[in-house]
Each structure stands twice: as C-alpha cells, then as structure tokens.
C-alpha cells in the first residue's frame, strides 16, 4: 500500500544554514554548484538526533552539525554548472521517492574527513531494502542525465560531527531512534565562515512505502 506524505520542509528562520528556493537572480546562478541529494528529518526529529550529536560532541569534540541542516545523504554531484543545476532540479521536482522511516542504531566515523556519524545499518555492508531501492532507483535517474555512479559503497548516515578529535566510536551507545523523512532534497551547498550553507533548488514528491 502506498501513501502520499509530501508535505513541505520545514521552515527555516533568517538565521538558518538552510534556505529554500528564491534569492536574487544571479545570486548563485553565475557559479558552479556543489550540489547532493539527501533525506530531511522534521524539525521534531532533527531535535531527538541533536541527542546523538551532543553525546559523540561530548566524547569527541569537533564541531556539531546544526539542527537544521541534519540529513541522510542519497547522492553527492559535487560541483555543477548553474545551468545544468538547473535542469536537474527543474527535472527532480518531478521525481517520486519512496521513503519508510529511518532507524538510527549506531554511531560511525569516516576517519580522513574527521566526520562522526549516525546509522540506520548493523554493519557498513548492510543497508535498509527500501533505502538501497530509493539509492538505485535515483542513480538510474542520474545516469540518464550523465551523471556517473559512485563505485563506493552505499553507506546511508547522518552526520552529527565535523572535525572531530579520536576515539572510538563503537564505545557510544543510544537507543535506536526511528524518524520519518519529512523531504527528499535536491540542495547546493556552499561554503562559508562557520559551516556549509545550504540552498534548497527542488523537492521531490514523497510517498510512504511498506
């Protein structure tokens, strides 16, 4: 059984690293995009995984993720000409994404880039059916467009900390915390003082599965 849940991201104040689309014309249209695909907890979640977050910031250090920008990443582009970004977001408006809710059961890191992270999965080679189907059925879209296919495996998460120090992760331990994806997001992102900022170019239409 399908059912339809679009329903708008939520809404983001001034001071927020997320905006949705507008702006002024020419503002990022002139320059190549960094853009990704991702999954957007509702404002209620972002604030339960902000729980995950103090507790690796806690053991960690580093910098913690804002709220608002908190997501579950499908697909990374990288830079992008503004006018193929266009294209895209214009075509992704129209993409559906079948979504279920995500469980969050295990902290993580990647060790290069220094990011402590949140997962749905027991193990790196394991991934929930439905988010491996979504990843898929967004990459045959992708490549239709010319896009390549990362080679890498898919490993779903949620980033909670950026320049963390070390230590081991495996030493932290929550209760699996189970949200339900309020957008599936086409964003750019930017870099600036203090973070990355994030630009909303497109939404995808979300229908819950399973």
Request: glycine letters at 8%; a positive charge.
């Amino acid at each position: 059984m399908q059912k339809d849940v679009s329903s708008p991201p939520p809404a983001q104040n001034t001071q927020s690293n997320v905006d949705t689309p507008g702006g002024a014309p020419g503002d990022t249209a002139a320059r190549a995009q960094r853009l990704f695909f991702a999954l957007w907890p509702s404002e209620q979640s972002a604030a339960q995984i902000m729980a995950w977050a103090r507790d690796a910031h806690a053991a960690f250090g580093g910098r913690m993720m804002r709220p608002e920008t908190l997501h579950l990443t499908l697909a990374f582009l990288g830079n992008t000409p503004a006018d193929r970004a266009g294209e895209l977001a214009r075509s992704a408006a129209a993409w559906p994404a079948a979504v279920q809710a995500v469980t969050l059961r295990r902290y993580g890191r990647f060790a290069g880039p220094r990011i402590v992270w949140a997962g749905p999965s027991e193990s790196d080679r394991h991934t929930p059916p439905w988010l491996d189907d979504l990843y898929d059925d967004l990459w045959r879209r992708l490549e239709e467009r010319g896009w390549q296919r990362p080679q890498s495996i898919f490993r779903p998460h949620v980033s909670l900390l950026r320049k963390a120090g070390p230590g081991d992760v495996t030493a932290l331990q929550r209760p699996p915390l189970t949200w339900m994806p309020e957008a599936c997001l086409l964003v750019a992102s930017e870099p600036r003082e203090g973070g990355s900022h994030y630009r909303v170019l497109a939404r995808m239409p979300l229908r819950a599965v399973g």
